[in-house]
Structure formats: C-alpha cells, structure tokens
C-alpha cells in the first residue's frame, strides 16, 4: 500500500497544528494562573539567542502553509506576524489550518517530483516536492512545535507526550 503526498502532508500538517493550540492553551492556562501576561508569555525563550514562544508558532503555521502551497504548485500566501496577544496567536493557528484544509488531494497528488525553489539566508535550496516534504517541511514544522512544547515544559505545565501527538 502506498501513501500520497496529499495524506503525507494536509493532515499531518492540519493535526500538528491543532495539537499545538492544544498545548498552547493548556500552557495559557498554567501562566495566566501564575500571573504570566500574554506579552511575557509570547516572549519566552530556553535561552536568550533562541526564537521566543510566538516566533516558533509563526514558523510552524508558515511550515504548514507554505508547505502546502508549494506542494499544490501555488504562490504561498503570506500571514503577517504581529501577534501580541495569545487570542491572537490562536487565530493565526486557526487561519493557517483553514489555508492548509483550503488544498485538495488533486492539487498536492503526483507533486513528488515538482521543482521547488527556496530562497534561504545562505543561498537558494532547489528540491523535488517529496523530499521538500520529507526533508524540509516535516522536520520544521515538528521542531518549532517540539520547541513551543519544551518551553511549557520548562515552565512546569503539566502536559505529555499525549497533549503534543494528540488522541489517536
């Protein structure tokens, strides 16, 4: 049995995005009991020359959304990233799932050899669509989620690996 890009990617994306909202609220919740504003709570870092907590859920939900885009052979659209608030922060989660959800199997199907082209600091990085998604897109979008999870579990939320992987 094989699996396409489509199942590979939308789903996948749709399902570590929500996963996400989910261990942002619960670690919304564990702040606002603390005292934690929101400013302070987007703003928190591991260590000072790392990417705080609201910038890790930009580049997930860019991951996904891009990802998608690309896969589908579309421009990505583009999600301005001024989120202050964790009301905020929710939104641009929820509009990213609803941009991924916006793709069609027969958009993204059959996108394994599409050319995609990647301006980066240090130059442009040229992949075919399945190693985009296997070797790029997966592995962001999973180490910004993972780094917005490590950093509620630095602050002692009480969540696990079932709140980051969801019910199955």
Request: aromatic share 8%.
């Amino acid at each position: 049995m094989s699996i396409s890009m489509y199942q590979a990617s939308v789903p996948v994306f749709v399902r570590a995005l929500t996963n996400l909202r989910h261990v942002l609220q619960k670690g919304e919740a564990h702040a606002q009991a603390k005292g934690v504003t929101d400013a302070v709570l987007l703003q928190t870092r591991l260590i000072p020359d790392m990417l705080p907590l609201v910038k890790q859920v930009q580049i997930a939900c860019d991951m996904a959304c891009r990802g998608s885009a690309r896969l589908a052979g579309e421009e990505p659209k583009s999600f301005e990233d001024n989120e202050a608030t964790m009301a905020e922060v929710y939104d641009r989660i929820d509009r990213a799932i609803a941009y991924v959800q916006s793709f069609k199997a027969g958009q993204i199907d059959g996108s394994e050899d599409r050319a995609i082209q990647l301006k980066m600091r240090n130059g442009e990085l040229n992949l075919q669509g399945q190693s985009y998604l296997l070797q790029f897109i997966l592995p962001n979008l999973f180490f910004h989620c993972t780094t917005a999870y490590n950093l509620f579990r630095g602050m002692g939320v009480e969540i696990g690996k079932t709140d980051f992987v969801g019910a199955l």
